[in-house]
């Protein structure tokens, strides 16, 4: 069976080497393999990296850029019959986390699943806090609910091509895909053994930024995720708490607390934001806002000046606050060791 992975790239030489000299040291099992790039405007050597390990190239204007739209393109230049996402900032813990991540689908267990992230170098102390929460150690095949995460994915191409990606969203383009094909009766699963690293490395802005696109996002997914400002005060709190907590049972309490306050202020500002915006963009078409075929004076209908920064975003998969997506995931049982 070939398999297709699909990268979205805008600037990421950091990794990208890495990524794909990882891909290519992997154990195929009797795979076909090939590596479609999807590129926004790379300025840096993401290009030439690229080429040197004979990717497939396809490209994307960045004014054109958007989540769903680049995964899309890449799946259209795709050959494979399965599908598979990774970041570029990924980088596969072990030589089988190929064949570990496309099993389920080989074996008709399910139709869209998602590996384990954890975190490394430059992995703020509470995003590896995040990822335990949301990539335990134990597979969930397949599970309750239509959580799913892009940035260590893969789905059958036959679905993906009856599906497709929403290429409005602002973000989490994987959770409303996985909630169309749950509905459809379709299922999607967790594949713990097949496992990456996942490493961000932004400034506070960005994590800010980042967190609000997926609340505006989560919005037109799940219409009844609201966070109000008592929700954000809450939330904020009781995650530091958390977080300072954990860190003193590790010793690393002050190490870590600026790190700690500044990314938990920021992740339940941004998701605050997002879904304040969210519902003054339910008023006003959602669809018609994000869409970039339509003139961008759309923005003089939104006070949010921060919003204006979200089209330079690069390719990033992470979940809006967690809090706020626990009713996606339900309560699935786990299977395997914890």
Known sequence: MKISVVIRTLNESRYLGELLEAIADQELGGHECEVVVVDSGSEDATIPIAQSFGCRIVHIAPVEFSFGRSLNTGCGAAQGQILVFVSAHCVPATQTWLTDLVRPLVDGVCSYVYGRQIG????????????????????????????????????????????????ALTGLEDMDLARRLVRSGGRVGYVADACVYHIHDESWRHVRNRYEREAVALGSIIPEARMSFLDFLGCTFTAIARDTLAAGRERRVLRELRSIVLFRINQYLGSYRGSRMARSLSRMHTRAYFHPHHKFERVKHVNYEGYRSLADESAQQLRTGQELQDSARQAPVRVGAR
């Open 120 to 167: 490394r170098d430059a992995t703020k102390y509470s995003e590896r806090r995040v990822f335990l929460k949301y990539y335990p150690d134990g597979s969930l095949l397949p599970q309750r609910g239509f959580f799913a995460n892009n940035a260590n994915a893969a789905v059958l191409h036959d679905v993906w091509e009856r599906l497709r990606f929403d290429e």
